[in-house]
Each structure stands twice: as structure tokens, then as C-alpha cells.
């Protein structure tokens, strides 16, 4: 996983596969960098081909984590398979969705 600060928002490229084996490494990842203080995320979805339900619970407890730091998560570039598991699962109104990472940038900065 790659991250890079862009105008106040940590910007974090998600993993090809966001499953059940990777998902501690994520959550561990987000988690840390919303208790060292970073109220905004993003997280770019441009190389995701694939996220499964344990991926969600991820980006769930991570939205949850900076609502309480008044903070906010953001998602951008979700490819066809990856925006078909959000919308199966109800997730799309739970997260500000972008369809770039510059359009994403623009709104949540």
C-alpha cells in the first residue's frame, strides 16, 4: 500500500485484492494514521480488483474512527467489480464516493 499527503489528505492507494488476508494490514495502516492525528483519508480504489466483506468492515470502522475525531473518509476510482460489492452490500450512501482522485481532492480538502 502506498499513501502521500496531498493537500491536508492522506491519500492511500488500496491493495489489488482488499480480503480477508489483507485486511488486518489495512486496518492496522488506517488506524494508525487516524490516531497520529489525520482527519481526512482518502483512499483510491484505481488498482482494486477485488474487495470482499471483511475489506468493508475495514472502511466501516475506519469512517466510524474519524466521525468521532470529526474527521472523514472519502473513496475514489471504484472500478466496476469493487462498486458492484458497495452497492450488493448498501455501502454506497455511507461514504463520499469520487470517481477521481482529483475530483475527490476538490471536495474533500
Do not use: W
Not at 491493495?15 to 497520529?36: C, G, H, M, P
Amino acid at each position: 500500500m502506498e499513501s502521500k499527503k496531498t493537500d491536508g489528505v492522506l491519500v492511500v492507494e488500496m491493495i489489488q485484492r482488499f480480503d480477508a488476508y489483507s485486511a488486518k494490514e489495512v486496518e492496522t495502516f488506517l488506524q494508525e494514521n487516524i490516531a497520529s492525528g489525520k482527519k481526512k483519508i482518502l483512499c483510491d480504489f484505481s488498482g482494486t480488483e477485488y474487495i470482499s466483506s471483511a475489506g468493508l468492515r475495514v472502511l466501516l470502522a475506519a469512517a466510524k474512527a474519524l466521525k468521532k475525531e470529526e474527521g472523514t473518509i472519502a473513496l475514489c476510482s471504484l472500478g466496476g467489480p469493487v462498486r458492484e460489492v458497495f452497492e450488493t452490500a448498501g455501502f454506497i450512501p455511507l461514504f463520499p464516493i469520487y470517481g477521481n482522485e482529483k475530483e475527490a481532492l476538490a471536495a474533500v480538502k
